[in-house]
């Protein structure tokens, strides 16, 4: 499915106003995040989703309705109840939904956007979803404030939100919740005032897609690549040898380098395109590669590091690396041998295996079938 910023820069580019619906508070079991988010289009088009079927119906209206009167809305989904014709969740959460008309010219906070995602830069657009009578306030400045937004990026600012103080308080917050890389709800008074009450701010960050980088360019490699590209990874498949290090066998990957593991994870580092969300997955089998490449990787808080390989390769490694200096608590964020115990065989297997393992480090899933636990199935993040 396209993508919900590219479709809605591509609609309006096009001269075609568009219907935009995101989530920005949850309470609960909410089956989506802050940020999550879906358009309508003039032509009755949706893309996107924001809680995987059960308002999608209801909301579509509205966008409709938001279309054609240009007037923004907020709504809020809760637990629906005895009937069967009610509108809610059956997840139990509870969600608020802000829908807008995004017309043609709102463009220039679009491009800013659209010019750092491409540069693989993040992004933010700081949008008014509630105003309400404050701190500071004129009579008519909560329907003059509401859908105000401005964009930024590490280093530009186009559009504003009404009042050049605000802007710039704002800005400075969203900042942060851009160097995060999490989108979130911020509340001001009508000039700035962060103990002010009267608007509710939403950033939406477009951050850059975390990366994934696999060392070994084998078999196994390739189904972690596209299973890693699948989960939304840029996906790097690394390997000293260039016969086996091509494009060709891993069509999936985003780039294939042929260099020395470990020198490379270095010059990724030392260049800051390594990040704490960065996966490392080693499938060297060679302790000239791997020890020195893990030794490296330990040292860095990244979100996830594992090497495949036996139990006795595990230990031999393990040994290894504890000479090399690393500490106990270094040597625990290790997931070696790589995986959750699934009884996979094929490549295509273990790479789920991997996968699995590795969404649950990023949510704190313990990886046991959800059938032997209880309470909430979607913890907070």
């Known amino acids: ?28 079991s909410a089956p989506q995040p ?6 309508v289009a003039a032509d009755g088009t949706v893309t996107g989703s924001v809680s995987g079927g059960c308002v999608e119906a209801d909301l579509y209206e509205r966008a409709r309705r938001v279309l054609d009167t240009g007037a923004p809305e907020m709504t809020r989904y809760g637990v629906s109840d005895d009937d069967a014709y009610a509108v809610g969740l059956t997840c139990g959460g509870v969600l608020d939904v802000f829908v807008e008309r995004i017309d043609p010219g709102h463009r220039a906070e679009l491009e800013t956007v659209d010019a750092a995602r491409r540069a693989g830069q993040p992004a933010a657009v700081i949008t008014c979803v509630a105003a309400d009578a404050g701190e500071g306030a004129a009579p008519a400045d909560p329907a003059r404030r509401l859908g105000r937004r401005l964009a930024l990026t590490a280093d530009q600012v186009t559009g504003s939100l009404g009042d050049d103080r605000l802007d ?5 917050d969203a900042r942060g919740l851009l160097a995060a890389g999490h989108s979130g709800l911020l ?13 509710s701010l939403f950033v939406t960050v477009y951050a850059t897609p975390p990366r994934m980088i696999v060392f070994g360019a084998i078999d196994f ?6 299973i890693g590209a699948f989960l939304g ?24 380098v042929a260099r020395w593991p470990h020198r490379y994870l270095r010059t990724e580092l030392d260049a800051g395109r390594v990040d704490g969300r960065t996966a490392v997955c080693v499938l060297t089998h060679d302790p000239r590669f791997d020890v020195p490449l893990l030794e490296l990787a330990l040292r860095h808080r990244l979100a996830y590091v594992g090497a495949m390989g036996s139990r ?41 295996s991997v996968a699995a393992q590795i969404v649950a480090a990023r949510w704190g899933g313990s990886g046991r079938p959800l059938t032997a636990l209880a309470g909430p199935i979607h913890e907070p993040a």
Do not use: N
């Open 34 to 39: 802050p940020g999550a988010a879906m358009l």
């Open 221 to 226: 490699a390739a189904a972690v690549a596209r």
């Open 168 to 172: 710039d308080a704002a800005t400075t």
């Open 187 to 199: 509340r001001y008074g009508y000039h700035g005032q962060r103990r002010g009450l009267g608007l």
């Open 1 to 28: 499915m396209p993508d919900v910023f590219d479709e809605m820069h591509r609609r309006c580019r096009a001269g075609e106003p568009v219907a935009l619906a995101t989530v920005v508070a949850t309470w609960r």
């Open 312 to 352: 006795r390769t595990h230990d031999e490694r393990h040994k290894l690396l504890r000479e090399a200096g690393l500490s106990t608590a270094q040597l625990a964020r290790l997931a070696s041998p790589i995986g959750l115990d699934l009884g996979g065989r094929t490549p295509e297997e273990t790479a789920v």
């Open 233 to 256: 990874y840029r996906v790097t498949v690394c390997d000293a040898r260039p016969v086996f290090a091509t494009a060709r066998r891993f069509p999936e990957a985003h780039e294939v």
